[in-house]
Nanobody, 124 residues
């Protein structure tokens, strides 16, 4: 069982930055690939970024590539999402998720555990 708690969301102007954190409980955090997803009002949840168990492999949605960076600290049981050059279209609830696999997946259904989400609002 893994519990995930996100933090770091908020209101920011376009062009600004935020860093999201996702703290995981349990002693097996390093066994999970981790992902970040987001869901805007009236839209389906979409993949944002993922990182492998070791942190050596990452992948990003085209819409955030070059602006967002995912990282993890297995000693702290935490995964991060650094978001730069934010745009109004990045406004959404951001959730982290854990997948018992090496590399993770871009697919929502692949993930075993989810956090409650944190709101990110980007004003124009």
């Amino acid at each position: 069982q893994v519990q995930l708690v996100e933090s770091g969301g908020g209101l920011v102007q376009a062009g600004g930055s935020l860093r999201l954190s996702c703290a995981a409980s349990g002693r097996t955090f390093s066994g999970y690939a981790m992902g970040w997803f987001r869901q805007a009002p009236g839209k389906e949840r979409e993949f944002v970024a993922r990182i492998s168990r070791s942190g050596g492999n990452t992948a990003y949605a085209d819409s955030v590539k070059g602006r967002f960076t995912i990282s993890r600290d297995n000693a702290k049981n935490t995964v991060y999402l650094q978001m730069n050059s934010l745009k109004p279209e990045d406004t959404a609830v951001y959730s982290c998720a854990a997948d018992w696999s090496i590399y993770g997946s871009n697919l929502v259904d692949a993930y075993d555990y989810w956090g409650q989400g944190t709101q990110v609002t980007v004003s124009s």
